[in-house]
């Protein structure tokens, strides 16, 4: 059986950048697979004619091993795998990098460039926010869910007075409940809704009269969202630093440097 006729990519994303990635991948040619964590994540992609759609946070680099096996098996493999998972999301960069080098499989990390206002505070861990007097500060965290009551803890103790902006899951539901915060401080939101965007934000930080907001540096619309209520509101805003790229892995940081990196890569 000869060499495959045409180029297939594996695309490991969010609901983020992962649709419209997918979508322009398409267009350009790729047959494209996506690998996404929750069905709620799988259900931004349906409209979209993809190879395969596989549901289900990656179990280690054991995981990863068998996809990359079972693809070289049944369609000669992958010509790439983009890593476009969230930059906060620190399991399955190092992973995959681990996997894709046993397998001399090509890996292109995509991350959103960062534009950090000037006006942010940056800081290395919630931990960092004992480094602050915030007594009497009604602090927002707009963080996820997987460190909020830890984070939240700190912020107890550094003598805040904690709210969250709460992602509608199951884990953003019970992280948030499980932690130190009144329950009527948390408002279940599904992040940039409204009209125009970010409008339901802005309006619960003045209906909580918020003081400070805790974000993460994430790029994208999120960060830029909270800079600008921030700015508009004169709010001080903590940003969590984006952890460093790994060492050794291709990073682009738009849509167009990653589409031409392909291109000129293609083998």
Same mark, same amino acid.
């Given at each position: 059986?000869?060499?495959?006729?045409?180029?297939?990519?594996?695309l490991?994303?969010? &609901?983020?950048?992962?649709?419209?990635?997918? @979508?322009?991948?398409?267009? @350009?040619?790729?047959?494209?697979?996506? /690998?996404?964590?929750?069905?709620e994540?799988?259900?931004?992609?349906?409209?979209?004619?993809?190879?395969?759609?596989?549901?289900? +946070?990656?179990?280690?680099?054991?995981?990863?091993?068998?996809? !990359?096996k079972? /693809?070289r098996e049944s369609?000669f493999?992958?010509?790439?795998?983009i890593?476009? &998972?969230?930059?906060? +999301?620190?399991?399955i960069?190092?992973?995959?990098k681990?996997v894709?080098?046993e397998f001399d499989q090509?890996l292109?990390?995509?991350?959103?460039?960062?534009q950090?206002?000037?006006?942010?505070?940056l800081i290395?861990?919630?931990?960092d926010?004992?480094?602050?007097?915030?007594?009497g500060?009604?602090?927002?965290?707009?963080?996820g869910s997987?460190?909020l009551?830890?984070a #939240?803890?700190?912020?107890?103790?550094?003598g +805040? *007075?904690?709210? +969250?902006?709460?992602?509608?899951?199951i884990q953003?539901? =019970?992280k948030a !409940?499980c932690?130190?915060m009144p329950?009527?401080?948390?408002?279940?939101?599904?992040?940039?809704?409204?009209n125009? !965007?970010g409008e #339901?934000?802005? =309006?619960?930080?003045?209906?909580w009269?918020i &003081?400070?907001?805790v974000a993460?540096?994430?790029g994208?619309? &999120?960060?830029?969202?909270?800079?600008?209520i921030?700015?508009?509101? @004169?709010?001080?805003?903590?940003?969590?630093?984006?952890?460093?790229?790994?060492?050794? *892995?291709?990073?682009?940081?738009?849509?167009?440097?990653?589409f031409?990196? !392909?291109?000129?890569?293609?083998?």
């Amino acid at each position: 059986m000869g060499r495959k006729c045409y180029r297939h990519l594996w695309l490991l994303s969010g &609901t983020g950048d992962g649709p419209v990635l997918a @979508k322009e991948l398409i267009l @350009k040619g790729w047959k494209v697979s996506v /690998s996404v964590v929750s069905r709620e994540a799988s259900s931004a992609y349906s409209q979209i004619p993809l190879q395969n759609l596989w549901v289900g +946070a990656l179990e280690g680099v054991e995981s990863i091993r068998a996809n !990359l096996k079972k /693809s070289r098996e049944s369609h000669f493999g992958f010509d790439w795998v983009i890593d476009a &998972t969230h930059p906060f +999301a620190q399991v399955i960069s190092p992973n995959l990098k681990t996997v894709c080098k046993e397998f001399d499989q090509p890996l292109l990390r995509f991350e959103r460039f960062i534009q950090t206002s000037e006006e942010a505070i940056l800081i290395q861990s919630y931990k960092d926010l004992l480094n602050f007097n915030l007594t009497g500060e009604r602090v927002l965290f707009a963080i996820g869910s997987k460190f909020l009551p830890e984070a #939240i803890e700190y912020a107890l103790i550094a003598g +805040a *007075i904690p709210f +969250a902006r709460v992602l509608p899951s199951i884990q953003g539901l =019970s992280k948030a !409940l499980c932690s130190k915060m009144p329950q009527n401080h948390a408002a279940v939101l599904k992040p940039l809704q409204g009209n125009p !965007l970010g409008e #339901i934000e802005a =309006s619960l930080c003045k209906q909580w009269r918020i &003081t400070g907001i805790v974000a993460r540096e994430s790029g994208g619309p &999120t960060q830029a969202l909270w800079q600008k209520i921030a700015s508009q509101q @004169k709010l001080n805003l903590f940003l969590i630093s984006r952890p460093s790229p790994l060492d050794y *892995i291709c990073v682009v940081n738009t849509y167009s440097d990653l589409f031409n990196f !392909l291109e000129l890569n293609n083998h």
